[in-house]
């Protein structure tokens, strides 16, 4: 089986500061793989450099067998790459639906529509004509996550998915996760929240100061003590 995205020896830089150093990482179709690290470890500066917003100086990325090192967002999106950034970007003055359809994407179909998206987030059903801006934290995550579904994505990327939610709105996020999983979705996704990455996870990337310094299966990673106790500080 190929992958479904490669991201080989990723070098990137904000202006001279080196952020990444030969960062590798992938993703088989249909699996979970999480990127997780300690705030400021480098995953989300691994996101921009994948998706093309902050592209790398050296390395590449190969996206359905394709090179597209440095491609604009956009154009990473229409080939079929879904981004939930960490800050969302919800767009306050507009209603749920009106957000959802702004994530659509000419061109691409697939099983996600209004109505299938509404039918997988009962929570953002029952709010589909309140304005964006009115959310709470979690309503918002929620929104971000099926925006980017409404545009049928063969990956889906989520950058710290849980952060700033409270327990029992993470809870209902893994469920919803795993039932995306069911369905044979994609996703990458970065994330500090050990219990819930083990929850959700096939595979682990830990990146630590920019470097990658362990890949595995979540099955192994769990027997890691060692890993986590010095990069993820459980």
């Not at 020896?9 to 952020?19: A, D, E, K, P, V």
């Not at 009106?98 to 709010?127: A, D, Q, S, Y």
């Amino acid at each position: 089986m190929n992958y479904i995205l490669e991201a080989e020896g990723l070098n990137t830089f904000y202006g001279r500061s080196h952020i990444l150093f030969d960062v590798n990482l992938s993703v088989y179709p249909g699996e979970t793989v999480c990127l997780m690290g300690r705030n400021g470890a480098g995953k989300t500066t691994s996101f921009r450099s994948i998706m093309g917003l902050t592209p790398p100086k050296k390395g590449k990325v190969i996206f359905k067998g394709k090179q597209c090192t440095g491609m604009p967002s956009y154009k990473m999106a229409r080939m079929g790459m879904g981004f939930v950034p960490e800050d969302r970007r919800i767009f306050g003055p507009l209603t749920v639906r009106e957000n959802l359809e702004l994530g659509k994407i000419p061109g691409r179909k697939g099983r996600w529509t209004m109505e299938t998206v509404l039918e997988h987030f009962p929570t953002i059903e029952l709010c589909r004509d309140r304005l964006g801006g009115s959310l709470s934290g979690g309503e918002q995550q929620m929104l971000t996550i099926a925006r980017a579904l409404m545009g049928n994505p063969d990956l889906l990327v989520l950058d710290e998915p849980t952060e700033g939610l409270a327990p029992v709105i993470v809870a209902v996020l893994k469920e919803l996760i795993r039932s995306l999983k069911s369905a044979q979705t994609t996703i990458l996704l970065s994330e500090q929240n050990i219990r819930f990455a083990m929850g959700v996870s096939d595979r682990v990337v830990v990146i630590d100061k920019g470097h990658v310094v362990y890949t595995g299966t979540m099955e192994e990673f769990r027997k890691q003590e060692a890993v986590q106790k010095t990069y993820l500080a459980v």
